[in-house]
């Protein structure tokens, strides 16, 4: 028997007509903002399938600029995030693409550049409901679904750097919901996404990079 939550039947608190293309388009340019650090200076949208054809009529490109600068898929601010993007000097453009049909039909690709010119990108996923699936960062196929605060750490392919992880994790008493490795090649970069069903240390991202071998460490507390 599949499971089916209230929020299938009900939906997500939001702004805007549609939980797929509004509620869903925020909640994954959310998550994908707290991915990189520091504030944003420029990010490009490419939509896919029904994202692409509708995204201007359904408010998604709104709720994507909005999601991208911190707002929840409840914020009164979405309806206005164009001009509070500008306000703030955010750079933002919106690429429809409908050329690539195999693919989720509510996907979307968002690529971030800040301050410090460097440059991040997440895929998304809306599932319905205001769900969604980060599906990969950097070119990098992953499975993030954003429901549990996480630590994504970018690390070089190597022997010992997950055990590293998992002991600066066991020493501060977080516990792992999930944990999950990607990586792009044997040798080359890894993603570690370690999923916490609590609230993570403050100091846990310091801690990680000690690690000669971590590249970076992104914590995203839900």
């Known amino acids: 028997m599949s499971f089916i939550s209230v929020f299938d039947v009900m939906g997500p608190n939001m702004i805007g007509p549609s939980s797929s293309h509004t509620a869903g388009a925020a909640r994954i340019a959310y998550l994908a903002q707290k991915m990189i650090n520091g504030p944003l200076a420029k990010v490009e949208f490419i939509l896919y399938g029904s994202f692409a054809?509708?995204?201007?009529?359904?408010?998604?490109?709104?709720?994507?600029?909005?999601?991208?600068?911190?707002f929840s898929t409840d914020d009164m601010r979405i309806r206005n995030s164009f001009e509070i993007a500008t306000e703030n000097g955010l750079k933002y453009s919106f690429t429809p693409n409908e050329e690539e049909t195999d693919i989720h039909p509510n996907t979307v690709d968002i690529i971030m550049t800040n301050t410090a010119d460097q440059e991040m990108t997440i895929r998304?996923?809306?599932?319905?409901?205001?769900?969604?699936?980060?599906?990969?960062?950097?070119?990098?196929?992953?499975?993030?679904?954003?429901?549990?605060?996480?630590?994504?750490v970018v690390q070089k392919d190597v022997p010992g750097v997950v055990a590293w992880i998992t002991s600066c994790l066991s020493d501060r008493r977080v516990n792992i919901a999930f944990m999950r490795l990607f990586r792009e090649s044997k040798g080359h970069t890894a993603y570690t996404i370690v999923e916490?069903?609590?609230?993570?240390?403050?100091?846990?991202?310091?801690?990680?990079?000690?690690?000669?071998?971590?590249?970076d460490v992104m914590v995203v507390q839900m």
């Open 124 to 152: 998304g996923e809306s599932l319905g409901g205001g769900k969604v699936h980060i599906t990969q960062i950097n070119h990098v196929e992953v499975d993030f679904t954003g429901e549990y605060s996480a630590i994504i």
């Open 196 to 215: 916490s069903d609590g609230k993570l240390p403050e100091e846990i991202a310091d801690t990680i990079r000690q690690n000669e071998h971590v590249l």
């Open 53 to 70: 054809r509708t995204y201007h009529g359904h408010g998604t490109d709104r709720a994507l600029l909005g999601g991208i600068m911190g």
